[in-house]
């Protein structure tokens, strides 16, 4: 569980991140490792933060699906170039899946648009032309024609629980501030270290 002071100070950059005019505040590197231990990264969207930790939604059958489900250990970036002189909040931790019932209810949000393409892509897979893809949307689209769209069975969402979460302030001359808070247990300590 999140310590409630890490939450708070993540939430107030947040909302600063958003106020200063970052382009996507919620935008963040996720990093993953395949049973290879190749490491890859890739830019996702933050849809949710509580004690429990981070969550992002994805198709489970694609190439990051595939590493989280292979090696859960992962890690987090944001990076608010806007927010005072340039903020970095690094977080590592375990990716687990979400339950059904809160994948459905976030999918339930989504644009239909949104929710019809969650269908039609097999994500990551070799795609021989457009034309495929945008046949496949047409066929989904077609199927669900006059109700709602319900959610695919391989997509769902990870709530990545810490136990590193930095927070990382940007300062002239590379005099950085960093605090970094650490779990053993259940038991969150910080300290601050060097640039």
């Known amino acids: 569980m999140l310590k409630p002071e890490i939450l708070d100070t993540f939430a107030q950059l947040l909302e600063e991140a958003v106020v200063a005019g970052e ?3 919620t935008a963040m590197n ?7 231990g ?8 933050l849809k949710g933060v509580d004690e429990r930790g981070f969550r992002f939604y994805t198709n489970y059958e694609s190439d ?12 987090l970036c944001f ?3 806007l927010l005072r002189q340039g903020i970095q909040v690094r977080i590592e931790g375990l990716a687990r899946k979400v339950v059904a019932e809160e994948s459905d209810a976030y999918f339930a949000t989504r644009p239909r648009a949104s929710q019809i393409g969650a269908w039609a892509s097999l994500q990551s897979q070799t795609l021989p032309d457009r034309d495929t893809f945008e046949q496949r949307y047409e066929r ?5 024609e006059g109700r709602d769209v319900t959610r695919p069975p391989h997509w769902g969402g990870f709530v990545i629980e ?3 979460v930095e927070f990382w302030y940007g300062a002239e001359y590379r005099l950085h501030e960093r605090v ?3 779990r053993h247990g259940q038991t969150w300590t910080s300290r601050l270290l060097y640039p």
């Open 23 to 25: 382009p996507e505040p």
């Open 30 to 36: 996720l990093a993953t490792v395949d049973a290879a």
């Open 38 to 45: 190749r490491v890859s990264s890739r830019i996702v969207l």
């Open 64 to 75: 990051k699906g595939a590493q989280l489900e292979a090696h859960g250990q992962v890690a």
């Open 79 to 81: 990076h608010w170039k």
């Open 140 to 144: 989904y689209e077609k199927e669900f």
């Open 162 to 164: 810490p136990d590193m």
């Open 180 to 182: 970094r808070w650490s």
